[in-house]
């Protein structure tokens, strides 16, 4: 009989592990700059408040999570190209990258882009901009 988590096992997590980590420090460091463009500009305050207000603010949230989701899959992609990619490791690289980023909402950081707390839509995104850059590795 096969072992259906075998192949769970064979999976380069570590590799998903810190391109999460790298990824959520990409994240942290852009939503510490864009709170000081909030604290510092009125300019950024106005421009970020028109986007997300109303309807263009949820999908802007569902939009900046297909983002870092892109975003995951290009540093795999740049730091580790002796990770085959299939469609495995980016199943596997969903809930590494939500891992870590839920794991940012813990400390008292800035949660002004990523939010999985008050923007549940997040979640979706998070996996459609996963599987749109990695599409190429689907069949593999």
Same mark, same amino acid.
């Given at each position: 009989m096969r072992d259906p988590l075998g192949s769970l096992k064979l999976l380069p997590w570590?590799?998903?592990?810190?391109?999460? @980590?790298?990824t959520t420090l990409i994240v942290i460091i852009?939503? =510490? *700059?864009?709170?000081?463009?909030?604290?510092?500009s009125s300019i950024v305050e106005a421009t970020l408040n028109f986007i997300y207000s109303g309807p263009t603010g949820v999908f802007m949230?569902?939009? @900046?999570?297909?983002?870092?989701g892109v975003l995951a899959v290009? =540093? *795999?992609?740049?730091?580790?190209?002796?990770?085959?990619?299939?469609?495995g490791v980016l199943w596997?690289?969903?809930?590494?990258?939500?891992?870590?980023?839920a794991f940012k909402l813990l400390f008292p950081l800035p949660a002004i882009l990523m939010n999985f707390k008050q923007n549940p839509n997040q979640l979706m995104g998070l996996p459609i901009g996963i599987?749109?850059?990695?599409?190429r590795y689907w069949w593999r």
């Open positions: 570590s590799s998903l592990l810190q391109v999460s @980590v790298l852009v939503e =510490l *700059l864009v709170g000081l463009g909030l604290k510092y949230n569902f939009l @900046v999570a297909a983002c870092v290009y =540093l *795999l992609e740049r730091f580790y190209p002796q990770v085959r990619i299939n469609a596997a690289l969903i809930p590494c990258v939500a891992l870590v980023i599987f749109w850059q990695g599409q």
